[in-house]
């Protein structure tokens, strides 16, 4: 049954989906990398494809920016579609000197000042987590292909541009410096399979550094993730 946010029926989704937050990535996904491709939904342009990546189903759909977005889109998903596992795929800022623009990162943990968690379900933990059976599955996915991927602690933010005053920030400086970079998604995601059930991942490609000021163009955020995309496609048909 479609919702509010999704044109999508029972059964049109696969039961692992792949989410960047880009729909115009989700559409270069699909259109790169699978066979048999069906648009489910386009609701509001938020688009959602399911097709087939060496002959297995799969589905890609945007998230929208932010964790109300992939909030509503996750929860409904899992909800309402039967999905069973999200991997989010996105881009991030580094945080740290040795983390490089193009690194990949696997998040084994996420801090975020968010209230997503309380407000949602009266979670009052700053941390949420990713599933260790889905992390460990990607993690050996990478070596056989090759991969090198960063594994650590991650920050999700509500806010992109933040004043230099906020008193948040101040607070915050001393757990920021422990996490490997910052991206705006995970936080909810990784609640929202909490509460249902389910599993969660979040792959994340470096698009920029904090620390250096290098980044990609807009161009090469929306379509030159490819080491990324691969490896949650192959992680998706295996897992």
């Not at 919702?3 to 937050?21: C, E, I, R, W, Y």
Request: negative net charge; aromatic residues 8%; glycine residues 8%.
């Amino acid at each position: 049954m479609s919702t509010a946010h999704n044109s999508g029926q029972k059964g049109d989704f696969a039961k692992v989906v792949l989410m960047p937050g880009d729909p115009l990535r989700a559409q270069w996904i699909a259109q790169e990398y699978l066979s048999d491709v069906k648009l489910v939904s386009s609701v509001r342009n938020i688009l959602a494809f399911t097709g087939n990546y060496q002959g297995k189903p799969i589905s890609v759909m945007a998230s929208g920016m932010g964790m109300p977005s992939i909030g509503i889109y996750s929860y409904e998903l899992f909800h309402e579609f039967d999905v069973e596992v999200i991997v989010r795929i996105g881009s991030t800022g580094a945080y740290q000197p040795d983390v490089h623009v193009r690194d990949i990162i696997l998040a084994d943990s996420c801090w975020s000042e968010s209230t997503y968690a309380r407000t949602q379900s009266g979670d009052e933990s700053e941390w949420q987590y990713p599933s260790e059976a889905l992390n460990k599955h990607i993690s050996a996915t990478a070596g056989k292909l090759g991969l090198q991927v960063i594994t650590g602690p991650i920050h999700s933010s509500d806010v992109f541009y933040q004043e230099e005053n906020a008193v948040r920030t101040r607070l915050a400086r001393e757990e920021m410096k422990k996490l490997l970079c910052v991206e705006m998604e995970s936080f909810s995601l990784f609640h929202n399979a909490k509460v249902l059930g389910k599993q969660a991942a979040c792959l994340l490609t470096v698009s920029d550094s904090l620390v250096t000021g290098e980044q990609m163009t807009t161009q090469e955020r929306q379509s030159s993730f490819r080491g990324m995309a691969r490896l949650a496609l192959e992680a998706g048909i295996t897992y």
